[in-house]
């Protein structure tokens, strides 16, 4: 493979692109890198399955010598000094760092519509919203523009638009990739993850990125970190389990999907079976009150004294803070810094904030109940059918409870992985995504890979 050519032809795809995937692409920055590759390339340095593969990165992921803007004015000028570890990584194996995505303003959203860089296109049907926060990494992969995308996920960001944008992608089990350089929403829930038109690429970028780093402290030793070796054909035996509450109250083209999938399943050889996971009752609600108070913390530090943007016209110290912060965050970044900062307030502490972190609890505990009985558990990616630009965006409340099948993933550490399933009536995929417990993410891998196979779902 000339990978120079290669290279060419996916910047000359990012120019001609009109889904808005891309916040910055140099092609400078580009063709470095690939001249290193085929330097290491010929040295016989490289090993790795992705050796040349054009990567695009979420704009959170800090990128040495790239503007890293978070998609908001916070940031819009911001270059780091260093790479995240995962970068570090991606570059150690061989492949090219294709450009930057679009995203919802600091991981906040479920559309990427929430971004100083407008709205990122569907690639299906440009009418309708890609997902969100991980959107531009999602469309981008979807529209080949990139191989494959490294995304963040803190309450569905990877899978709700990888099912919306037809691709795979996965969410690993908390700590099991360094997210050391991801810029924080959520520290306690948020994983770095890949997305890829298949799954196999997509398992062979986690194999790289994964584990243990020392400049993370919640990054763990494992010893199964050999995804590939789960890309094997058959789930006979495999019993797979479906939360009644996540299809109940689903679109009815998201209800379909999800039961004809299970019945492929079956069919593959799987045992599946419908039952009662009560957790969905608290996962919505707890996980905004503890993402959000945790990102009132991590985001106190843009406040345009240390670094990022700061308002031009102010005549005191208290007067610059707040008009830096004002100007700086978008509506729904703004609502939800309030909301975390009520919750974690004296007097409310206790009533809200505590109340949370003890249903997070009581939810990893229902889990892992669960995974007693079953080996994976399936569920729509989101029980809503992708809507319009400028649909739900108006609507918050709509638009958390859109969360409700991916939330409880987070709060519990689990992995999990997203795939396209069936398309609705306006040509845009529904995606179907595979739970597996903590540390069991093969069981997921060889389930997703079966079903890719036997089922030709990719057109």
């Known amino acids: ?84 570890t995962v970068i570090e990584r991606l570059i150690k194996a061989g ?30 049907n440009n009418e309708y919203v890609s997902g969100g926060s991980s959107g531009g990494s999602c469309a981008a992969v979807a529209a080949n523009l990139a191989v494959a995308a490294l995304g963040s996920d803190t309450g569905g960001s990877i899978r709700q638009p990888a099912g919306y944008c037809g691709v795979v992608g996965i969410k690993p089990t908390y700590g099991t990739v360094s997210r050391y350089g991801l810029i924080a929403y959520a520290s306690s829930l948020e994983q770095v993850g890949p997305i890829a038109t298949n799954v196999t690429d997509c398992v062979n970028v986690l194999e790289v ?47 379909n999907a999800i039961l004809e999938t299970a019945k492929n399943f079956e069919k593959l050889g799987a045992v599946v079976e419908y039952f009662d996971l009560h957790a969905t009752d608290y996962a919505v609600a707890a996980y905004y009150i503890i993402a959000c108070a945790e990102a009132s913390s991590n985001l106190s530090r843009f406040d345009g004294v240390r670094y990022g943007y700061r308002t031009d016209k102010y005549d005191s110290l208290d007067e610059m803070y707040k008009k830096t912060r004002s100007e700086g965050f978008l509506d729904e970044t703004k609502r939800r810094i309030l909301l975390g900062t009520f919750v974690l307030s004296e007097g409310y502490y206790d009533a809200y904030y505590m109340k949370a972190m003890k249903a997070k609890a009581v939810i990893k505990e229902e889990f892992d109940r669960v995974f007693k009985q079953y080996d994976l558990i399936l569920a729509p990616t989101s029980p809503i059918k992708a ?35 069936a398309k609705d009536s306006n040509n845009v995929p529904i995606g179907m995504q595979l739970i597996a417990d903590r540390f069991n993410e093969h069981k997921m891998i060889q389930a997703a890979y079966t079903f890719e196979k036997e089922r030709a779902i990719y057109e």
């Open 1 to 84: 493979m000339d990978i120079e050519k290669n290279i060419l032809a996916y910047l000359e795809n990012i120019k001609k692109s009109n889904i808005n995937a891309f916040i910055s692409c140099d092609e400078d920055y580009v063709m470095a890198q690939v001249s290193a590759v085929k330097k290491g390339i010929e040295e016989k340095r490289f090993t790795s399955k992705i050796v040349g593969m054009p990567i695009a990165i979420k704009d959170n992921i800090c990128t040495k010598g790239l503007k890293t803007t978070c998609a908001s004015k916070m940031l819009k000028d911001y270059v780091p000094s260093y790479s995240a």
């Open 95 to 124: 492949a090219i760092i294709i450009g930057k995505t679009n995203m919802d303003e600091f991981a906040m959203g479920s559309t990427t519509e929430n971004s100083i860089f407008g709205a990122t296109k569907n690639p299906h």
């Open 209 to 255: 990125i994964s584990g243990r780093d020392k400049k993370d402290s919640t990054t763990v030793n494992r010893s199964n970190l050999a995804f590939s070796k789960a890309l094997t054909l058959g789930i006979k035996g495999f019993k797979i389990g479906v939360p009644r509450q996540y299809i109940e109250d689903a679109d009815e083209e998201v209800k």
């Open 387 to 421: 809507s319009k630009i400028g649909e739900l965006i108006k609507d918050s409340v709509k638009m958390y409870l859109s969360d409700v099948c991916t939330v409880a993933t987070n709060l519990a550490g689990l992995p999990a992985i997203a795939m396209p399933c």
